[in-house]
């Protein structure tokens, strides 16, 4: 079905995400009174807008979008390369075309522009990769980002001929957000998805995110497949942190005297103090991305183990001394 300009594009927006639970925004340009209209159903969790300094500075996306972003419990980003405008129901379906969150884009409120949008509802999983790699190279706005961009605004002083410019930068350390965890099952599943032997929808949408999260390459055997995700999980810079906080941390109920261990309530205490949550392609409780962070870790690492010595009590250690499998 087509959505038109003066006839029924907003009207097909807001049924969009009315119908979805957990929709994803992007928008080079937004407007926040014509999101709003669009959202009074509360279904958008994650917003990714454009916001280039002149695009601030000239008012065709509005800065105040990021406290409604809070208020809302909306995880914003900025992507300065973005010119997409689409609506992603975080699973198979997109609608998508040429109108930005504004109103003269899809809000057709006086002069309004000529635009046009469409559904697509069983988008593939190459698709899927591709607007998970959008999500996983935009910035996530802190305060401290908002209030940059602010500043950076208020200096500016007409006439000006070049706009500064604010780049989105690659994926820092400087915080740690959820969504850099794994969220496949296992390994050995992530390449039966990557190879099409699986394709249940949930878990391809979470395999799609691995892939992008971990750049892994396509067209490669298991072996190679395995190496080059080992290689990139190990060197992640969240695994290495968790990683080395694990080591370092003695639990006096441990296995050995020479292990170090962390029980369920510390980790997730750590997860409480070190990140940020974010909406992710499995809606699951805390304590099911830390199975998942588990059982990754020790399939990659040979000085990791964990188990289950009670209940919702999941342990994971460090042993110093170990034979190597592989």
């Given at each position: 079905?087509?959505?038109?300009?003066?006839?029924?594009?907003?009207?097909?927006?807001?049924?969009?995400?009315?119908?979805?639970?957990?929709?994803?925004?992007?928008?080079a340009y937004l407007k926040l009174?014509?999101?709003?209209?669009?959202?009074?159903?509360?279904?958008?969790?994650?917003?990714?807008?454009?916001?280039?300094?002149?695009?601030?500075?000239?008012?065709?996306?509005d800065i105040e979008l990021y406290?409604?972003?809070?208020?809302?419990?909306?995880?914003?980003?900025?992507?300065?390369?973005?010119?997409?405008?689409?609506?992603?129901?975080?699973?198979?379906s997109v609608l998508l075309g040429?109108?930005?969150?504004?109103?003269?884009?899809?809000?057709?409120?006086?002069?309004?522009?000529?635009?046009?949008?469409?559904?697509?509802?069983?988008?593939?999983?190459?698709?899927?990769?591709?607007?998970?790699?959008?999500?996983?190279?935009?910035?996530?706005?802190?305060?401290?980002?908002?209030?940059?961009?602010?500043?950076?605004?208020?200096?500016?002083?007409?006439?000006?001929?070049?706009?500064?410019?604010?780049?989105?930068?690659?994926?820092?350390?400087?915080?740690?957000?959820?969504?850099?965890?794994?969220?496949?099952?296992?390994?050995?599943?992530?390449?039966?998805?990557?190879?099409?032997?699986?394709?249940?929808?949930?878990?391809?949408?979470?395999?799609?995110?691995?892939?992008?999260?971990?750049?892994?390459?396509?067209?490669?055997?298991?072996?190679?497949?395995?190496?080059?995700?080992?290689?990139?999980?190990?060197?992640?810079?969240?695994?290495?942190?968790?990683?080395?906080?694990?080591?370092?941390?003695?639990?006096?109920?441990?296995?050995?005297?020479?292990?170090?261990?962390?029980?369920?309530?510390?980790?997730?205490?750590?997860?409480?103090?070190?990140?940020?949550?974010?909406?992710?392609?499995?809606?699951?409780?805390?304590?099911?991305?830390?199975?998942?962070?588990?059982?990754?870790?020790?399939?990659?690492?040979?000085?990791?183990?964990?188990?289950?010595?009670?209940?919702?009590?999941?342990?994971?250690?460090?042993?110093?001394?170990?034979?190597?499998?592989?």
């Amino acid at each position: 079905m087509l959505y038109k300009s003066g006839v029924n594009l907003e009207q097909g927006a807001v049924s969009f995400v009315e119908n979805n639970s957990d929709v994803i925004l992007f928008s080079a340009y937004l407007k926040l009174d014509a999101l709003k209209r669009l959202n009074e159903s509360g279904n958008i969790k994650q917003i990714i807008v454009r916001w280039g300094i002149e695009d601030l500075y000239k008012e065709v996306s509005d800065i105040e979008l990021y406290h409604y972003c809070l208020k809302n419990k909306i995880v914003l980003y900025r992507n300065t390369r973005i010119h997409l405008k689409a609506f992603w129901d975080n699973n198979k379906s997109v609608l998508l075309g040429s109108a930005n969150i504004t109103n003269k884009g899809i809000g057709e409120k006086g002069n309004f522009n000529f635009e046009l949008n469409g559904i697509i509802n069983n988008i593939s999983f190459d698709d899927q990769s591709y607007l998970n790699k959008i999500i996983l190279e935009s910035e996530y706005v802190t305060k401290r980002l908002f209030v940059k961009l602010k500043e950076t605004i208020g200096q500016i002083v007409l006439p000006i001929m070049d706009f500064p410019r604010l780049p989105t930068p690659p994926p820092t350390v400087d915080y740690f957000l959820i969504n850099q965890l794994p969220m496949t099952s296992s390994a050995e599943l992530l390449y039966e998805i990557y190879k099409g032997d699986k394709s249940d929808d949930t878990e391809m949408n979470c395999a799609s995110h691995d892939l992008e999260l971990y750049n892994i390459s396509t067209g490669l055997q298991k072996k190679e497949f395995l190496a080059q995700l080992k290689n990139n999980f190990n060197n992640h810079p969240f695994i290495s942190e968790f990683k080395e906080t694990v080591k370092n941390t003695k639990d006096t109920r441990g296995r050995s005297e020479r292990d170090s261990s962390m029980r369920f309530g510390a980790v997730r205490n750590w997860f409480a103090e070190n990140t940020t949550t974010v909406p992710t392609p499995r809606s699951y409780e805390l304590s099911n991305y830390i199975v998942i962070l588990y059982t990754w870790i020790c399939y990659f690492d040979d000085d990791f183990t964990w188990d289950v010595p009670g209940a919702r009590s999941e342990v994971i250690y460090y042993i110093k001394e170990t034979k190597k499998k592989m």
